[in-house]
Nanobody
């Protein structure tokens, strides 16, 4: 099974930026990769997803103003650039892989990383 590892989380002030990275034990090219987040006491929600054909979908930021997902094929990673962060973006962020199409339902994804915490606070 594909092993995923997230990195890049941390503490940032409101309005700041972070770039999360998802690395894997094998090639990510054939997988749709999703970023999800889960805040304390809340359901896990889809943030963004990129298909194996490199089409991206944003669920929490449909205008793609604050969150941008991208693949780095050379490094075999999927990045989530997060700008203009707000306190409500505070959560554990996870990347996940599926051999099917992108969805914002975490149950459609079979491989998960351990998560990286993001805290937006002054």
């Amino acid at each position: 099974q594909l092993q995923l590892v997230e990195s890049g989380g941390g503490l940032v002030q409101p309005g700041g930026s972070l770039r999360l990275s998802c690395a894997a034990s094998g090639s990510l090219d054939a997988y749709a990769i999703g970023w999800f987040r889960q805040a304390p006491g809340k359901e896990r929600e889809g943030v963004s997803c990129v298909t194996s054909a490199n089409t991206d979908i944003n669920y929490v930021d449909p205008q793609k103003v604050r969150f941008t997902i991208s693949r780095n094929y050379a490094a075999n990673t999927v990045l989530l650039q997060m700008d203009s962060l707000k306190s409500e973006d505070t959560a554990i962020y996870y990347c996940a892989a599926t051999t099917r199409w992108c969805t914002n339902d975490w149950r459609d994804f079979g491989s998960w990383g351990q998560g990286t915490p993001v805290t937006v606070s002054s």
